[in-house]
């Protein structure tokens, strides 16, 4: 409904997604891939719709905080998809981590869309999944429950405009981006 991207990262130590729109699941399943973990960015209605079908599978779920009707946005719009209740395995936390099949990860977290928005850095490829807290020439909205136009720049500012240029940016809706090109050209950070 709102094309909500999810990214599938394989490695030689497992098989990875970030979020889970609605529709993951059945891709990975006609592609053939086995998921072992699902790193959510945050827990928007949107991002995590395939998560109970994906938990079925044994798919442990990362994330910055329990799932909750707040976080999901189902407890603000009577218009929002009802998400069937899930369980988060592990709460991720700040700083470097291996994550990934074993690459550095460095985890932000960028409040200011949802409270619980993160940001993941892999160095070695030079991407980072931005969530919905940075898109091509846009930023997140911040009119939801939780949100802040203030923290969200401010976040953006200080975890993701500090990569280097060619850092490709995946965000949760829309075409892929660099740092550069928003750093430059992105209206909402001049």
């Known amino acids: 409904m709102v ?101 550095a990860t460095r985890v932000c977290h960028v409040p200011g869309h949802s409270p619980d928005s993160l940001i993941f850095y892999i160095q070695e490829t030079e991407v980072v999944f931005a969530g919905d807290a940075l898109f091509a020439g846009s930023v997140g909205r911040c009119d939801l429950p939780g949100g802040s136009l203030e923290l969200l720049l401010e976040g953006i500012r200080r975890e993701i405009l500090v990569l280097p240029d060619e850092t490709r940016v995946l965000a949760g809706h829309g075409p892929e981006t660099t740092v550069g090109v928003e750093r430059d050209g992105n209206g909402y950070l001049m």
Request: proline share 3%.
């Open 3 to 103: 094309a909500t991207n999810g990214y599938l990262i394989e490695t030689g130590d497992g098989n990875f997604l970030v979020d889970a729109p609605e529709g993951i699941c059945a891709w990975v399943r006609e592609k053939g891939v086995r998921v072992d973990a699902v790193y959510l960015t945050h827990q928007h209605y949107d991002h995590v719709e395939d998560i109970r079908l994906l938990q079925e599978n044994r798919v442990r779920v990362f994330a910055w905080a329990q799932y909750s009707k707040e976080l999901t946005l189902e407890a603000y719009a009577a218009h929002v998809p009802m998400v069937k209740p899930y369980l988060v395995d592990n709460l991720l936390r700040i700083g470097e981590q291996s994550l990934f099949g074993g690459k």
